[in-house]
């Protein structure tokens, strides 16, 4: 049997929008605090199999003729072994808080709101594996479908050329520019820093081939050749500077520093770019933006929201 099984954990803190009212006033989710588990799919013999559990604990609010009351939503169990529908959803108001009816409204059209937003974060988690697994009879197979295609042929406008060839020295200084961007992802800095240093994860969010030589001194090629370079230093989960390039840049390599901070359930990307030519700035930006930061998100599912 050929199997191919990818795990993930995630602890985030999504925000929400569940909310439900009737006569008597309303109540909301006002913020997950915790939502921790792990997921994993399967190729089995031309068959993908997802597997997920997950815990939630969120907080809601209910309001009164101008009185709020707070409470908790629990989900001890959001796991493929339970139908949707039957998914166990503990609603409580918080200690020393005097009862209202209200609490009967979240406990029933309000979990019935949950039951529909947890649906569509599933959903959302079975699309983690876009790019990375096929069920094929034999195993793996290599993705074209109609959203790729189109990536490849969005990729290939980088460049006014698609040849990996040296670059040109024109004798010519180049006049360059300096910036930084910043993104914020919903994952640990461990857990990104690795995105950049293995090939495998490299070839998953560009949805094509790429060379990784994931240590100092080693030599990284993306993007269909479009993109080059080496790392130039490396301090585990917290800093990756590199040399990189544009294939059609005439002789010259700009330095990116990728700083990775720790912003507690999440972490907060900071990009240096120095020595880039000047009429490729925005080229540039765009280009960290989108085939980066946008498919890192999308390939790992790092930028999800629950609600």
Same mark, same amino acid.
């Given at each position: 049997?050929?199997?191919?099984?990818?795990?993930?954990?995630?602890?985030?803190?999504?925000?929400?929008?569940?909310?439900?009212?009737?006569?008597?006033?309303?109540?909301? =989710?006002?913020?997950?605090?915790?939502?921790?588990?792990?997921?994993?799919?399967?190729?089995?013999?031309?068959?993908?199999?997802?597997?997920?559990?997950?815990? /939630?604990?969120?907080?809601?609010?209910?309001?009164?003729?101008?009185?709020?009351?707070?409470?908790?939503?629990?989900?001890?169990?959001?796991?493929?072994?339970?139908?949707?529908?039957?998914?166990?959803?503990?609603?409580?108001?918080?200690?020393?808080?005097?009862?209202?009816?209200?609490?009967?409204? /979240?406990?029933?059209?309000?979990?019935? +709101?949950?039951? +529909?937003?947890?649906?569509?974060?599933?959903?959302?988690?079975?699309?983690?594996?876009?790019?990375?697994?096929?069920?094929?009879?034999?195993?793996?197979?290599?993705?074209?479908?109609?959203?790729?295609?189109?990536?490849?042929?969005?990729?290939?406008?980088?460049?006014?050329?698609?040849?990996?060839?040296?670059?040109?020295?024109?004798?010519?200084?180049?006049?360059?520019?300096?910036?930084?961007?910043?993104?914020?992802?919903?994952?640990?800095?461990?857990?990104?820093?690795?995105?950049?240093?293995?090939?495998? /994860?490299?070839?998953?969010?560009?949805?094509?081939?790429?060379?990784?030589?994931?240590?100092?001194?080693?030599?990284?090629?993306?993007?269909?050749?479009?993109?080059?370079?080496?790392?130039?230093?490396? =301090?585990?989960?917290? +800093?990756?500077?590199?040399?990189?390039?544009?294939?059609?840049?005439?002789?010259?390599?700009?330095?990116?520093?990728?700083?990775?901070?720790?912003?507690?359930?999440?972490?907060?990307? +900071?990009?240096?770019?120095?020595? =880039?030519?000047?009429?490729?700035?925005?080229?540039?930006?765009?280009?960290?933006?989108?085939?980066?930061?946008?498919?890192?998100?999308?390939?790992?599912?790092?930028?999800?929201?629950?609600?």
């Amino acid at each position: 049997m050929n199997e191919m099984q990818q795990t993930g954990r995630r602890t985030s803190n999504p925000s929400s929008s569940v909310d439900v009212e009737n006569d008597e006033g309303s109540c909301e =989710v006002t913020e997950v605090g915790k939502l921790e588990g792990e997921a994993s799919i399967n190729n089995r013999k031309g068959k993908l199999i997802f597997f997920y559990e997950w815990n /939630m604990k969120a907080t809601w609010t209910t309001s009164k003729a101008g009185v709020k009351y707070k409470g908790t939503v629990e989900v001890p169990n959001l796991s493929d072994e339970n139908d949707m529908e039957d998914l166990d959803i503990s609603v409580s108001l918080n200690k020393d808080e005097p009862e209202t009816s209200l609490t009967h409204l /979240m406990r029933t059209e309000g979990a019935d +709101k949950m039951r +529909k937003a947890l649906a569509s974060y599933v959903d959302y988690l079975k699309t983690f594996t876009q790019g990375m697994i096929l069920p094929t009879a034999n195993g793996m197979a290599k993705i074209q479908s109609s959203s790729q295609s189109k990536a490849k042929m969005d990729r290939t406008q980088i460049s006014s050329s698609s040849s990996t060839a040296a670059p040109v020295n024109t004798g010519v200084k180049i006049p360059t520019c300096k910036f930084s961007i910043r993104e914020k992802f919903l994952t640990s800095p461990a857990d990104l820093y690795r995105v950049f240093l293995h090939q495998e /994860m490299v070839q998953a969010f560009t949805h094509a081939p790429a060379t990784v030589e994931g240590e100092r001194g080693g030599k990284f090629r993306l993007l269909e050749g479009n993109v080059f370079g080496e790392f130039s230093e490396l =301090v585990p989960d917290e +800093k990756i500077v590199m040399k990189w390039r544009y294939n059609n840049w005439p002789s010259h390599y700009a330095t990116i520093t990728l700083t990775f901070l720790d912003r507690s359930s999440e972490t907060e990307l +900071k990009v240096e770019c120095r020595g =880039v030519p000047e009429n490729e700035e925005e080229r540039t930006k765009e280009g960290w933006k989108r085939y980066y930061f946008e498919a890192i998100k999308q390939t790992f599912g790092f930028g999800a929201r629950l609600f």
